[in-house]
C-alpha cells in the first residue's frame, strides 16, 4: 500500500515561437545580414533567401533562458560575433561556423550567480558600436563593462570586469553610444530610490547617466550631466543616434507623448509625438521599440508606439554634423507590436512580434514623399500649469511604405489547447489552439505534418500509375518536363507558365512506362515492358527483351540501367564513353524480384558501386556492381513484410558532411519503411532503423529538401525523410495521401514536388522544413479566455475578452465626438478608409473597460455560427458545459463574467453566471437567465449534475434554478482566489492562485464539501487536471510540472471516513503524507492548461507558444540512459 514513484520524460511537441530579444548582424558572410532571434533556451538564426522567404538556418539549444543578444564587431573584421546573456550567470561570446551550421564559443566570463535575479547582471546588454566594449547591467545596483581585443594570434579576448556599481539604484535601460574612436561611452535610465528608502517622504527621480570607459586607465566614469534636471518617469527607453564622422551622437529618450534628443554639451530638444486620431486626451503615448538605419550619407531611427504605429524619425544638423537643430518625426506606417525591429540591408524589416507571428517586411519607400498623414491638431491641458500642448493627429492608413511578404508563425502566447475528435478529420487528430491577444487573436488548427504550399494543379483523364519530372539537359538546374504513365498509355507536360502536353518529346506515348531518366550524355531514356529506348534527339535506339519476356522492374541513374525479367532475371547496362548503352552483366536469381535501386553516383567516378535488389522472399540484398565482381552480393537485409519500393541515396550526417552516409530505404508492403547504412567499401548495412508509415505498401521517391538529397514515403500517410539543422528528420505531411509522386525544381520553386492524388496532378512546394505542425489561423474579435466543446456536436464556444476595449457602438460614438470637436476648432476629418483592427488595433479605453463576445464556432467549416455581444461591461472569464439534474439530458452553457472588474487593486462591482441553452442542434445560444454572486468565476466546472463554481476564495455549488441558478451548499477554506477546479468520482480537486492544490470531498447525504488533503509546498497554479482518484497533474506560474499522489491506504481512510478527514485523520497532507513529484519541464513559461486525448495522454501548453507531453518512464535503465544523454548533451552544446 505504499506510494510508487512516477518518473516523467519530457517531449517537447513544437519549440516556442516567442521572441524575447534579437539582434542584427553579418555572422555567415560580410556581406549578408541575419537576424539572431532569442526564443527563451533556443537561439535561433534566421536569413532571408533569394525569393523573399525567412529560412531557419540554424537552431541551437543553449540549456537556459536567454536574457539578452547583441552583435559587435572587431576593427577590420568581416563578420559579426554574437554576445549572450543568460541564466547561467555568465556572458558569453559566439561565433558562426559555417561549416557545422552552428555556434562556436569564442570566450566566456562568468559575472554572477544562475538564475534570473534582479541584482545580477544580464538584464541589459549593450556593445560599443565600434565594437571595443561592451556593459552588462542588473535591475538593481550593478553594472560590469568589459574590453575586447586582440591578441598577438589575432584571437578575441575579453578583459577583467571592471565595476560601474552604483548602490539603490534601478536600471531601466542601457545602451552604448557612437562616439566614433572616443572613450566608449553607455547611456542608462536610473532611479536612485536610497534617499526614499530612509525617508518615505522623499520622492524618486530618473536621471540619464553617461558611464565612459577609460581604455587607457582601465577604469569606468560616471558622468551625470543632468542632475539638476531629472527625466519624466515615464521615461522608459533609449535609441542612440549615429555619431562620429556620420552624425551629432548622443542619445534619443522616449517618453510618453514625447521624444528627448540630449548629449553631453548639447541642450535638451523635445519632440511631440504624433498621435492617432481617435486617443483620448489623458491617454500617454509610449515608445516601446526602436531602430536606427545607418547608410553611407543619410540614416534616420524608427520608432514604434504601443498601438504599432511606426514613426520615422530625422534631424536637422550644422554643416560640421555636431550640433542638432531641430527634430522631425511623422507616421511611416503600422505593422503588429513588437519586442524588436531589425533593417537589413537588402530593404527588409524584420518585426519580431510581441504576440502573434512575426512577420517580415519590404520597404517600398522610405516616407520623403509624404506628410505622415496629418489631418489636424489636439490641444491638451498639461498636468501641472495652464500651459497646453498641441499634439498632431493622423489617420492610419494602409500601407504605403512596407509591404508584407512573409510570415513566421508563432502560437505566443498559447492560452488554452483541446484535442479535437477524430472523426471530424480523415487525416489524422487535429488541436485546436487559442492564441493571441486583443484583436490580432485567432484560434490556430494544428495538425501534425509539414506544410506544403499549392502551386499549380490540373486534371488528367485518368488515375495514373507513375510520374517523373525530366530535364532537357543533365546539367540543368531546373525541370522541363512532367512524365505521367497511366495503364496503357504516357503523356509529357512541358512545365512553365502553364502546364500543357508535349507532342514531338520521343517519348512512346501507346504503352505504359516504368521508369524514365536523362543520362550524362543528355540523351534520354524510357523503359517499357517490352523495350528499353534510347532517345537522343529525334534518333531513338531500342533493346527488345528476348522472345516475349516482360520487364518488370527497373532502376536507373545518369550513367546506369539496371531491369528484371520474368522469373527472376537480373540484366545489368552501362553507358559507354560514345553515348551507347551497352549490356554489362546478367545474372538469374532463383527468386522473383520485387524491386531494384541503383545509389548515387560519387562525385569523379563512373558508376555506382552498389544495386539493391528486393525479393518476393522478404530479403534485400546489396550486390556490387564492380567489373570484376558484378553482380556480386555483398550484404542481406531481411524484412518483415515483402519490399515494395527501394531507394539508395546519401544523407547527411551533419551539417559539415557534404557527402553523407550512403543509407537504403526500403519501403514493405505492410507500410513498414526500414534504414539502413551501407558501407561505402564493403557494402555491408548496419544502423538498422524502422518506422511504421501506414496501412498501405511504401513507395518511395527521390527529392531534395534543404539543399540535400531526400526520400518521400507514400502510404496511407505521405512522409519526407530529410536532414535539417544537423539532425534526421521523418515527418508526416499535412496534406492529402500521394498515390505517385516525384521532384520538381523551377526557377519560381527550387525545392518542390509534383504528386497525383486520384486523377489530379499538383505542384506543391516545401517552404516550411522542420516545422511539426501545420497551422491554419482563423481570426477572433478579443482576446480568447477559454473554450468549451458542445459534448454532441462537433461545436466550440470561445469567449472572448478584453481589457480597456470598447464595444462597437461606442467606438462609433467616440468617433463621432472626435468630429464634433474638431469641428468646434475649424478643422475637418476625414472618412477614415475601412481598415481592419487585427492589423492597425483598436481604441483603447480607460482602466476597468471591457468588451466580451461569445462565439459559436465551427472547426470543419471554420465559420462563425453565432457570435454575442455582452453587455454592461462584462468581462468573462470562464465557461462550461453542463447537464443539470432534472433537464432530460439538455446541455447548457454557463458563462462566469464580472462586471466593472478591475484588475489592480482587484475590485468589482458584481459577478455574474450567465446560463444559456443551444438551439438550432448546438448553433445558437439562448439566454435562460443571469444569477448574481458575490465573488469573481474564474472556475466552472460540472459535477454530478450541478455546477461547481469558484467565487473568489470560495467553493460553491449551484443546481438549475428557473428564475436562476440555485446555491446548494460552499466551502471557504480557499485562502486566496479559486483558479482552477476539476473533479474525479465525487473528489474536488480546487487550485488556489498562490497556495497550490486543495483536496475537496463532497458528501451527498451532508450535502457538504470539506477540504481532506492539500499541498505542503506553495504554488503558482495555473493548470490541475487528475490522473486518476489519488493522483494529479499540476501546472504552476514558473514553468514547473508536478505530480501529487496519496498513498493508497490513505485514500481508503478518506473513503472509509465519515468525517472526511477532519476528525481522527486530520488534514492528511498537512500531518505529513508525502506526495512524490516528479519535475517534468524547466524554464520560465506558464503551463496554462492540460490537455487529455482520447488515449489518455496529457499535453500541456506554454505561454510562449510552445507544446510539450510527458511521458511515464518506469524503467531504470531508460532513466539513468536518458540523464546520460541530457548531461552528455549540454557539454557538447557548450551552451551560453
Given at each position: ?42 537561439l535561433e538564426l534566421l536569413k532571408i533567401d533569394e525569393t523573399g522567404h525567412v529560412q ?409 500509375e507513375n510520374v517523373w519530372t525530366v530535364k532537357k539537359s543533365f546539367a540543368s538546374p ?206 555491408t548495412i548496419t544502423d538498422t532503423r524502422t518506422k511504421f508509415c501506414g496501412t498501405r ?440
Amino acid at each position: 500500500g505504499g506510494l510508487m514513484a512516477l518518473h516523467l520524460y519530457n517531449i517537447t511537441l513544437e519549440k516556442g515561437g516567442a521572441i524575447s530579444c534579437s539582434c542584427q548582424g553579418s555572422f555567415t558572410e560580410g556581406k549578408q545580414q541575419e537576424v539572431v532571434v532569442g526564443k527563451g533556451q533556443w537561439l535561433e538564426l534566421l536569413k532571408i533567401d533569394e525569393t523573399g522567404h525567412v529560412q531557419s538556418v540554424s537552431m541551437h539549444n543553449v540549456y537556459g533562458v536567454i536574457r539578452c543578444l547583441s552583435a559587435f564587431r572587431l576593427h577590420g573584421a568581416s563578420r559579426d560575433y554574437l554576445i549572450v546573456t543568460s541564466d547561467s550567470g555568465r556572458v558569453v561570446i559566439l561565433q558562426y561556423d559555417m561549416k557545422k551550421s552552428g555556434w562556436n564559443k569564442v570566450l566566456q566570463e562568468t559575472y554572477g550567480k544562475t538564475g534570473l535575479r534582479r541584482a545580477v547582471p544580464g538584464q541589459y546588454l549593450a556593445s560599443d558600436p565600434g565594437g571595443r566594449a561592451i556593459m552588462i547591467g542588473a535591475i538593481e545596483k550593478q553594472k560590469f563593462a568589459y574590453i575586447l581585443d586582440r591578441d598577438n594570434e589575432a584571437q578575441i579576448t575579453i578583459s577583467s570586469p571592471l565595476e560601474a556599481h552604483k548602490s539603490g539604484s534601478i536600471t531601466y535601460n542601457i545602451v552604448g553610444l557612437d562616439v566614433g574612436y572616443d572613450n566608449p561611452v553607455f547611456a542608462a535610465i536610473e532611479v536612485d530610490h536610497a534617499e526614499a528608502d530612509e525617508d518615505p517622504s522623499e520622492t524618486t527621480e530618473k536621471h540619464l547617466v553617461f558611464y565612459e570607459l577609460d581604455l587607457g586607465l582601465y577604469h569606468v566614469i560616471r558622468k551625470c550631466p543632468w542632475s539638476d534636471s531629472p527625466l519624466p518617469d515615464t521615461a522608459n527607453l533609449m535609441i542612440p543616434v549615429p555619431g562620429g564622422e556620420s552624425g551629432p551622437g548622443g542619445v534619443l529618450v522616449c517618453i510618453d507623448n514625447y521624444l528627448l534628443y540630449m548629449n553631453s554639451g548639447h541642450e535638451t530638444l523635445k519632440e511631440v509625438i504624433p498621435r492617432r486620431q481617435h486617443m483620448l486626451p489623458t491617454t500617454g503615448l509610449m515608445i516601446v521599440c526602436g531602430t536606427v538605419r545607418k547608410q553611407r550619407s543619410s540614416y534616420f531611427v524608427l520608432l514604434q508606439s504601443e498601438y504599432g504605429d511606426l514613426y520615422k524619425v530625422t534631424f536637422d544638423v550644422t554643416p560640421d554634423k555636431r550640433m542638432v537643430t531641430q527634430i522631425h518625426i511623422k507616421y511611416f506606417d503600422t505593422v503588429p507590436v513588437a519586442t524588436s525591429l531589425s533593417i537589413l540591408k537588402p530593404g527588409y524589416l524584420f518585426v519580431a512580434a510581441e504576440f502573434g507571428n512575426h512577420k517580415l517586411y519590404q520597404f517600398k519607400g522610405i516616407g520623403d514623399d509624404d506628410d505622415g498623414c496629418l489631418i489636424g491638431a489636439m490641444t491638451i491641458a498639461a498636468k501641472e500649469g495652464g500651459e497646453k500642448e498641441i499634439f498632431p493627429l493622423f489617420a492610419p492608413r494602409k500601407l504605403k511604405n512596407l509591404e508584407l511578404i512573409d510570415e513566421v508563425e508563432s502560437l505566443s502566447p498559447l492560452i488554452d489547447l483541446k484535442v479535437g475528435d477524430a472523426l471530424e478529420d480523415i487525416e489524422g487528430k487535429r488541436l485546436y489552439a487559442l492564441s493571441g491577444r486583443g484583436p490580432q487573436s485567432t484560434i490556430r488548427i494544428l495538425q501534425h505534418g509539414l506544410s506544403l504550399n499549392e502551386l499549380a494543379s490540373s486534371p488528367l483523364p485518368a488515375a495514373p500509375e507513375n510520374v517523373w519530372t525530366v530535364k532537357k539537359s543533365f546539367a540543368s538546374p531546373y525541370d522541363d518536363y512532367i512524365v505521367v504513365s497511366f495503364i496503357n498509355a504516357t503523356i509529357v507536360l512541358s512545365i512553365g507558365t502553364t502546364i500543357q502536353e508535349v507532342p514531338d518529346s520521343g517519348f512512346q506515348g501507346n504503352c505504359a512506362t516504368l521508369v524514365c531518366q536523362v543520362m550524362k550524355d543528355d540523351s534520354l531514356v524510357q523503359i517499357v515492358e517490352g523495350c528499353i529506348y534510347h532517345i537522343h534527339g529525334t534518333k531513338t535506339n531500342a533493346w527488345k527483351t528476348p522472345g516475349t519476356r516482360r520487364i518488370e522492374k527497373a532502376a536507373a541513374n545518369e550513367r546506369q540501367v539496371v531491369i528484371s525479367l520474368e522469373g527472376g532475371e537480373v540484366i545489368y547496362f552501362e553507358l559507354d564513353q560514345y553515348g551507347s548503352l551497352n549490356e554489362a552483366c546478367k545474372k538469374k536469381f532463383d527468386k522473383e524480384v520485387s524491386c531494384l535501386a541503383l545509389g548515387p553516383i560519387p562525385e569523379g567516378r563512373m558508376r555506382s558501386r552498389f544495386l539493391a535488389i528486393g525479393f518476393a522472399d522478404r530479403n534485400v540484398q546489396i550486390v556490387t556492381l564492380d567489373p570484376d565482381d558484378a553482380l556480386q552480393m555483398a550484404a542481406t537485409q531481411g524484412c518483415n513484410s515483402e519490399p515494395e519500393d527501394i531507394k539508395i541515396v546519401n544523407i547527411a550526417n551533419d551539417a559539415s558532411d557534404r557527402e553523407g552516409s550512403l543509407c537504403v530505404f526500403i519501403g514493405c508492403k505492410n507500410g513498414i519503411l526500414i534504414r539502413s547504412v551501407i558501407d561505402r567499401v564493403s557494402g555491408t548495412i548496419t544502423d538498422t532503423r524502422t518506422k511504421f508509415c501506414g496501412t498501405r505498401p511504401c513507395k518511395l521517391v527521390t527529392t531534395t529538401a534543404a539543399g540535400r538529397e531526400a526520400v518521400m514515403v507514400l502510404s496511407s500517410r505521405s512522409w519526407l525523410a530529410y536532414h535539417y539543422q544537423g539532425k534526421q528528420q521523418l515527418n508526416p505531411l499535412s496534406c492529402p495521401a500521394f498515390t505517385r509522386s516525384a521532384s520538381f525544381c523551377s526557377e519560381q520553386c527550387p525545392e518542390g514536388v509534383v504528386a497525383v492524388t486520384g486523377n489530379k496532378l499538383t505542384i506543391y512546394s516545401l517552404d516550411r522544413l522542420g516545422d511539426c505542425f501545420n497551422q491554419t489561423s482563423v481570426p477572433l474579435k478579443a482576446t480568447p479566455r477559454a473554450f468549451v466543446k458542445h459534448p454532441h456536436y462537433p461545436y466550440y464556444v470561445i469567449i472572448e475578452t478584453d481589457h480597456r476595449a470598447y464595444t462597437d457602438e461606442e467606438k462609433e460614438g467616440i468617433k463621432a465626438n472626435m468630429r464634433a470637436s474638431l469641428a468646434e476648432e475649424g478643422e475637418e476629418l476625414p472618412e477614415e478608409p475601412n481598415l481592419p483592427e487585427k492589423d492597425y488595433g483598436a481604441i483603447k479605453a480607460t482602466q476597468g473597460k471591457w468588451s466580451s463576445y461569445l462565439r459559436v464556432w465551427d472547426p470543419n467549416s471554420r465559420k462563425t455560427l453565432d457570435l454575442i455581444e455582452l453587455e454592461e461591461n462584462q468581462a468573462a472569464f470562464s465557461a462550461t458545459t453542463c447537464v443539470f439534474h432534472d433537464t432530460q439530458g439538455e446541455v447548457h452553457l454557463v458563462v462566469g463574467t464580472v462586471k466593472d472588474f478591475i484588475p489592480n487593486p482587484r475590485c468589482y462591482t458584481s459577478g455574474l453566471l450567465l446560463t444559456f441553452r443551444f438551439r438550432g442542434n448546438g448553433t445558437q445560444l439562448e439566454l435562460v437567465h443571469k444569477t448574481t454572486v458575490d465573488g469573481i468565476p474564474k472556475a466552472l466546472h460540472p459535477f454530478q449534475g450541478r455546477l461547481l463554481v469558484g467565487l473568489s476564495e470560495k467553493v460553491m455549488i449551484f443546481d438549475l434554478g428557473k428564475v436562476k441558478l440555485l446555491r446548494k451548499c460552499e466551502n471557504k477554506q480557499v485562502p486566496n482566489l479559486v483558479m482552477n477546479i476539476t473533479s474525479h468520482g465525487d473528489r474536488v480537486f480546487v487550485g488556489d492562485v498562490t497556495n497550490s492544490v486543495f483536496c475537496m470531498k463532497y458528501k451527498k447525504i451532508q450535502n457538504q464539501i470539506s477540504v481532506f488533503a492539500e499541498d505542503t509546498i506553495p504554488r503558482w497554479t495555473t493548470a490541475v487536471v487528475p490522473l486518476d482518484h489519488s493522483t494529479i497533474a499540476i501546472g504552476d506560474k514558473l514553468g514547473s510540472i508536478t505530480i501529487a499522489r496519496l498513498d493508497e491506504h490513505v485514500s481508503d481512510e478518506i473513503e472509509n471516513d465519515p468525517n472526511c478527514g477532519r476528525g481522527s485523520s486530520k488534514w492528511l497532507w498537512d500531518r505529513g503524507f508525502p506526495q512524490w513529484v516528479a519535475p517534468a519541464v524547466a524554464g520560465y513559461c506558464v503551463i496554462l492548461c492540460w490537455v487529455r486525448d482520447y488515449e489518455h495522454a496529457e499535453d500541456y501548453p506554454h505561454c510562449r507558444g510552445c507544446r510539450g507531453h510527458p511521458v511515464h518512464n518506469d524503467k531504470r535503465w531508460d532513466r539513468v540512459l536518458r540523464a546520460y544523454y541530457e548531461q552528455t548533451g549540454c557539454r557538447h552544446a557548450e551552451a551560453p
